[in-house]
């Protein structure tokens, strides 16, 4: 079984992914971390983020193996990353690692921004997660202080925005919820609200799956 996860920056998926990958016993795939690697590649060689040959060529070895999340989480990492997830040909260089992920026969959690819409449209349960600009500014601001990053509210809600806008209005395969995704609106809801929303998804879809 698949579970596609999309939504715009800081709307809690990356927690939902795994949390839902824990409770139902499958492997769990944070995207995000692809492209922000590919940015963090071109920055640790001293190329600008606008070189999108060189993003392509670091998009074709990137191993997930050797990602570390902690050189990846910051902020100005979420930024950088965006910017090389623009590019048609970075994107279509990580088709296939995402796809031979979803096929892990334990089941799996991809989250991202186009998951239902692009990488695994046949994904059984497909969730967008949604918040207001303002909840999701204030959350990824809670959790910046808490890395000991220190920045401002207005500075986050900025990024969210900009980022937004960039991730919504590229050309390539940009963030929209695919027609048959359940939306899921965390504005007013807690983790624990929003996880058991969730899992009542997937407890529905597998329901309907076939049996075997
Ligand atoms: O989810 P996260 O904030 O880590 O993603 C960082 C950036 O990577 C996003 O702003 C987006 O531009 C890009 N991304 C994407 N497609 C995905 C996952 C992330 O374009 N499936």
Not at 54 to 80: K, P, Q, V, Y
Not at 89 to 96: G, H, Q, T, Y
Not at 168 to 188: C, H, I, N, V, Y
Request: aromatic share 4%; charged share 30%.
């Amino acid at each position: 079984m698949i579970i596609a996860i999309d939504g715009p920056a800081a709307s809690g998926k990356g927690t939902l992914g795994k949390r839902l990958a824990e409770h139902f016993g499958f492997a769990h795939l944070d995207t995000g971390l692809l492209y922000r690697g590919v940015a963090r590649a071109l920055l640790d060689a001293g190329l600008p983020l606008e070189d999108a040959a060189s993003a392509t060529r670091a998009a074709e070895a990137l191993d997930l193996a050797g990602l570390d999340e902690d050189r990846l989480r910051g902020a100005e990492m979420g930024e950088a990353a965006s910017v090389v997830a623009a590019f048609p040909d970075v994107r279509a260089a990580l088709v296939e690692l995402q796809r031979r992920f979803a096929r892990r026969p334990e089941g799996a959690v991809l989250d991202g921004r186009d998951i239902g819409t692009a990488i695994c449209p046949e994904a059984e349960v497909k969730i967008f997660v949604t918040a207001s600009p303002e909840e999701r500014a204030a959350r990824r601001h809670r959790e910046l202080l808490r890395r000991g990053e220190d920045v401002a509210y207005e500075t986050v809600l900025a990024d969210i925005r900009r980022r937004d806008a960039r991730d919504s209005g590229r050309a390539s395969a940009p963030l929209k919820a695919a027609e048959d995704a359940r939306l899921l609106d965390t504005t007013a809801l807690d983790i624990e609200a929003a996880f058991r929303a969730a899992v009542s998804l997937v407890e529905n879809a597998k329901a309907t799956l076939p049996a075997g």
